[in-house]
């Protein structure tokens, strides 16, 4: 069974940078994806960013040339760089795997991810 674990959340000021980590266990091959979404209260879930099987990367508009997403291939663990974070970037960041998504060209569907982690709350001060 695939579980994945999030952290890196936090508390910054407007500008100020996270870098939030997701472990994966429980999954044997190397080549996988994972989609970085969030969440605010009252709000659907929104895909973010995610990379590919094939390290190929997606990011939505709003985060851009801010976030960066990443894997360390050898230690199981994916990684989005948050920098000149927003007030607009407040959430609960969920990362979420899929062993059936190879090359992306957008946010994978929720529906093709096959596990979640339980969140890490990101907020930024304005």
């Known amino acids: 069974e695939v579980q994945l674990v999030e952290s890196g959340g936090g508390s910054v000021q407007a500008g100020g940078s996270l870098r939030l980590s997701c472990a994966v266990s429980?999954?044997?091959?190397?080549?996988?994806?994972v989609g970085w979404f969030r969440q605010t209260p009252g709000k659907e879930r929104e895909g973010v960013a995610a990379i590919g099987g094939d390290d190929s990367t997606f990011y939505i508009g709003s985060v851009r040339g801010r976030f960066s997403v990443s894997r360390d291939t050898a230690k199981y663990i994916v990684y989005l760089e948050m920098n000149n974070l927003q007030p607009e970037d407040t959430a609960m960041y969920f990362c979420?795997?899929?062993?059936?998504?190879?090359?992306?060209?957008?946010?994978?569907?929720?529906?093709?991810?096959?596990?979640w982690g339980q969140g890490t709350q990101v907020t930024v001060s304005s």
């Open positions: 429980g999954y044997r091959y190397r080549s996988y994806c």
């Open positions: 979420a795997f899929s062993d059936r998504v190879n090359n992306i060209l957008n946010i994978p569907p929720t529906s093709l991810f096959n596990a």
